[in-house]
């Protein structure tokens, strides 16, 4: 009964391919989150949303593309994947507003594009 | 905007003694959230401590504490008894009320002596 949950956690593709990475959250929060960890281990914010719908896009290239069928999930599809996509992708979520929880974080998606 | 500033890329201590990691933010926020999580090599992103900024009190969670100093926009986490389960990243957070994204800090690797 993980809290966070991400699939897969390791990821290894060729340039060029497509892939996705699911999440899901069995905390009832309204809100769900994209961060990307580079190799020197900073994590920046991708996308966040809340019921359903996009409310932060960090200037992320429009390879990207997350999705969210229900506020329980959030999936990221990567087009044409890059070198410089290879690092470790976290989903996270929080209940922002009421009760402003913290984040809770799902174990990581490790991706490496050769 | 948050900015999140951890000044110190390295901090070692001896086994069951006192380590305090370093933290400075700048936030536009009035009301906000501060926060410390550990990753360990597993990866696996783990909620230490959090503080409202609104309350005075600095946060304690058995043998972690902060020192919050609102004025200096500092946020310090002060470690006692280090156990050798404390070796990890720890990374520094603020977040806000709004979206309740997180900007974190470049982050303090802490090695523990035995």
């Known amino acids: 009964d993980t809290a966070v949950s991400q699939t897969p956690k390791y990821l290894v593709t060729q340039m060029g391919n497509d892939k996705s990475i699911k999440c899901e959250q069995n905390?009832?929060?309204?809100?769900m989150y994209w961060y990307k960890q580079d190799s020197k281990k900073f994590l920046k914010i991708m996308f966040s949303?809340?019921?359903?719908?996009?409310?932060i896009n960090e200037t992320v290239p429009n390879r990207f593309s997350p999705k969210s069928p229900d506020k329980a999930h959030l999936n990221l599809h990567i087009n044409s994947l890059e070198l410089g996509d290879s690092a470790v992708y976290f989903c996270?979520?929080?209940?922002?507003?009421?009760?402003?929880?913290?984040?809770?974080f799902g174990q990581g998606t490790r991706l490496t594009v050769v | 905007a948050q900015t999140v500033t951890q000044s110190q890329p390295e901090m070692s201590v001896q086994e069951a003694e006192t380590v305090t990691l370093s933290c400075t933010y700048d936030?536009?926020?009035?009301?906000?959230?501060l926060f410390w999580y550990k990753q360990p090599p597993s990866r696996q992103m783990i909620l230490v401590i959090r503080?409202?900024?609104?309350?005075?009190q600095n946060a304690t969670e058995n043998r972690f504490s902060v020192n919050f100093q609102k004025a200096a926009k500092s946020f310090s986490l002060k470690i006692s008894d280090s156990q050798l389960g404390d070796a990890a990243m720890y990374f520094c957070?603020?977040?806000?009320?709004?979206?309740?994204?997180?900007?974190f800090g470049q982050g303090t690797i802490l090695t523990v002596h035995p």
């Open positions: 503080q409202e900024a609104y309350k005075q």
């Open positions: 996270a979520s929080s209940q922002p507003y009421r009760t402003h929880t913290e984040a809770f």
């Open positions: 949303y809340n019921n359903k719908e996009l409310i």
């Open positions: 957070a603020a977040g806000g009320t709004s979206y309740g994204k997180l900007t």
């Open positions: 905390l009832g929060h309204d809100t």
């Open positions: 936030t536009s926020e009035s009301d906000y959230y």
